[in-house]
């Protein structure tokens, strides 16, 4: 077995260049504009008390089928993933990291990553489906506790110790959870920030 000083792990949280986060993104795309700003300012309100907004945003997606959500996914996808984390991901991977994602962003849109990018895992808000139709529901809560406690369940699983996991998302209150189940958390905004140059490598290098 391997010795588990020796293992490390990335965890993103933030994949894409959003003001508001993809699922938003995708529902604004989906013509659902106006009810998303009317949340997401109800939740800036209330981010700093409590986790609130997935339940409300999940209602959303209610008679949209699967197959037009993940469509929609992978040209979202493919349009706004921060500029080089496909490289820096495939840099760790051979590097031999366990790369994951955790994220608020529905689970159809962490399948589409995981076409794109090497990822060990990517995990998102589970939607329900019946007929292949989302009827409004998440499965279960997935809010920034929730997120912490699969962080921590999946150090576990791979033996990986808190200290040879590095966290890296928007900076933002939403993640502090988070943060306590790793030793570094690399906080950034991705609209004035280039994740490569937090790696120290040019632009004009790829892998």
């Known amino acids: 077995m391997e010795n588990i000083e020796n293992k490390k792990m990335v965890v993103f949280g933030t994949l894409f260049n959003s003001k508001m986060g993809g699922i938003k993104d995708i529902l604004i795309i989906l013509g659902k504009g106006k009810k998303v700003i009317e949340i997401d300012r109800k939740f800036q309100g209330r981010k700093l008390f409590m986790p609130w907004g997935l339940k ?4 959303l997606f209610k008679g949209i089928s699967k197959k037009e959500l993940m469509n929609t996914a992978l040209d979202y996808c493919q ?3 921060i500029d080089g984390i496909k490289d820096i991901s495939i840099a760790l991977k051979r590097k031999g990291f366990i790369v994951g994602v955790l ?5 159809f849109m962490m399948d589409i990553l995981r076409e794109i990018l ?4 990517a995990i998102g808000l589970q939607l329900e489906f019946k007929d292949g139709i989302a009827t409004g529901r998440m ?6 506790y929730k997120k912490a406690e699969i962080l921590k369940k999946k150090r ?3 033996g990986i110790g808190k200290e040879n996991t590095i966290f890296i998302s928007r900076a933002s209150v939403t993640h502090l959870p988070m943060t306590k ?7 950034f905004d991705p609209e004035k920030e280039n994740i490569r140059e937090m790696f120290g490598i040019p632009n004009n290098k790829s892998f």
């Open 56 to 59: 409300e945003l999940s209602r």
């Open 79 to 81: 349009q706004n993933l």
């Open 103 to 107: 994220s608020s962003n529905p689970q």
């Open 118 to 121: 090497p990822l060990d895992f």
């Open 139 to 144: 499965l279960e809560e997935f809010n920034r």
């Open 156 to 158: 576990e699983e791979y």
């Open 181 to 187: 189940e790793t030793k570094f958390f690399l906080g």
